[in-house]
C-alpha cells in the first residue's frame, strides 16, 4: 500500500451511551476525514490499560493535542502505521500519559482516515493489510443483564446472551434475536410481578430475580425463538466472575440463588447450568487471576466455548498462554482494553492461529460509531458482542448487514468449523 499523509488531528471530549464523558478524535488523511471515539467499560480487567489520562477525558484530550504535533505531518505506509508513533508518544506500559481510550479513538480514525483516502471502507483496508479473508461475525445479543451493568436485585451473572448459532447471515441472525428478545420480555412481564421491564446499561432486561431464574427464561425465550424461525438459538453467558467474587471469603457470592460457592464448586455449578440449558458459550466464570479454574471447567465442558475477557484483557501474550493451556477455547477482542487496533488485530491472529474463537466485543458505555463491525470482519473474527436494543448497540449490527451486502451476504462460519 502506499504512504500517505496526516494532514489534521483533533480531539475533543463527547459522552457515551452511559453520559461518562470519552474521547472522540477526527484524523484527515490526504484529504479524507474520519471520526472515531472510544466506549468506556465499567467491569474492567486489572491488566488493561489506564484509558484516561490524568484528569480524565479532558486530560487525555490536552495531552494528546499536544502531542498531535509529532502526528501531523507523519506518513502512513498502511492502515495502522500510526500505531508505532502513539506508543512512542506515549512512551507508558499503560499508556497513562494519553490514555488507551485517547490513542484508540486515534488509532481508528486514522486507520479509518487511510482507508478512505484510498476509496475503500475500514473492513477492507485491515484484510488486505492482515492478509485476512473477511468474514461475517456471529453476533452475540445481550438479552438480560446484571451485575455491574445493573442496579441492585438483579441477577449477580453479567450478561445472558442470544447465540444464533443456526443462523446463516446477519439478517437472520438479528432478526432471530429480536424475536427470542421480545418473547423473554412476554415471559418476564407474565413471571416477575411488578417487574416493569427495566433495562441494564447494555439495553438487556435488568429484573430482580436469580441467576437460575434468568437462565431458566432466556432459555425459554431462546427455544420459543429457534421454534418460530427455525434458526437455532442457543444460550451464552458473561459471568464476569472477578465480580462475582467476594473478596473477603473468597467465595463466589451467588446471594439471589442463595449460594457461596468455592472455586471448585463454582466450577461444578457452572459445569451443570451449561449441561442442563444447552449452554455455548461461557464468559470470564471465575476471577482473572484463576486461570487454573477456567481450565477445569473448560475440561468438563470440552464443546462449549470458555471464554477470557478480564483474564486476557485483550493481550496477545496472554491469550496465547491461556489458549495453550487450555483454559479457554474463545478470547474477548475489546480494543480500547490495549488502546490500539493493530494490538487488538494481533490478539485476533493469534486466537486464529491457535484455532480458537475471536470475539469482537463491546463495551457497556458505548458509542453510536460502528467500526467495530469493520473490525471484527477485517480480522475474521467469528463472533461479535455487541449488544441488540438500543441505537449504539444496533449501529453495529445494522453495520454488519450493509458489509454483508458489499461482500455478497458474506460468509458466517460461527461456532462450527
Ligand atoms: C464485558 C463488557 C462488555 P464492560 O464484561 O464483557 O459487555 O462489560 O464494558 O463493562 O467491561
Ligand atoms: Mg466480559
Known sequence: MESRRIEKLRARVVFDSRGDKTVEVEVTVDGFTARAAAPSGKSRGKREVQPFAEGGAEGSVRALTEASRRIIGATMDDPLAVDVLLREIDGTEDFSRIGGNAALATSVAAAMAYAGSGGVPLYLALSRHLGVEPGIPLPLSNVLGGGAHAGSGAPEFQE???????????????????????????????????????????????????????????????????????????????????????????????????????????????GELVDRYGIVYVEDPFAEDSPELFADLQRSVPRAFVCGDDLVVTRPDLIRSA??????????????????????????????????????????????????????????CRLIKCGLIGGERMAKLNELLRIGEELGGGRMRGLSG
Request: with cysteine.
Open 160 to 270: 445472558y446472551l442470544l447465540v444464533p448459532v443456526g443462523a446463516k447471515s446477519a439478517m437472520q441472525a438479528i432478526e432471530a434475536n429480536v424475536l427470542a428478545y421480545r418473547k423473554l420480555g412476554r415471559l418476564l412481564s407474565q413471571e416477575v410481578r411488578g417487574y416493569p421491564l427495566g433495562k441494564g446499561d447494555e439495553g438487556g432486561y435488568a429484573p430482580p430475580i436469580s441467576n437460575r431464574k434468568a437462565l431458566e427464561l432466556v432459555a425459554r425465550a431462546a427455544q420459543e425463538g429457534s421454534d418460530e424461525t427455525g434458526v437455532r438459538i442457543a444460550v451464552g453467558l458473561d459471568v464476569a466472575g472477578s465480580n462475582v467474587l467476594d473478596p473477603k471469603s473468597g467465595r463466589y457470592a451467588l446471594r439471589s440463588d442463595g449460594l457461596y460457592l468455592t472455586g471448585e464448586e463454582m466450577v461444578s455449578f457452572i
Open 323 to 380: 489458549m495453550e493451556r487450555g483454559a479457554i477455547r474463545a478470547a474477548i477482542i475489546k480494543p480500547n482494553q490495549v488502546g490500539l487496533l493493530s494490538v487488538a488485530a494481533e490478539s485476533a491472529r493469534v486466537c486464529h492461529g491457535l484455532s480458537g474463537l475471536p470475539v469482537a466485543s463491546h463495551r457497556s458505555g458505548e458509542t453510536t460509531d460502528a467500526y467495530l463491525s469493520h473490525f471484527a470482519v477485517g480480522t475474521w
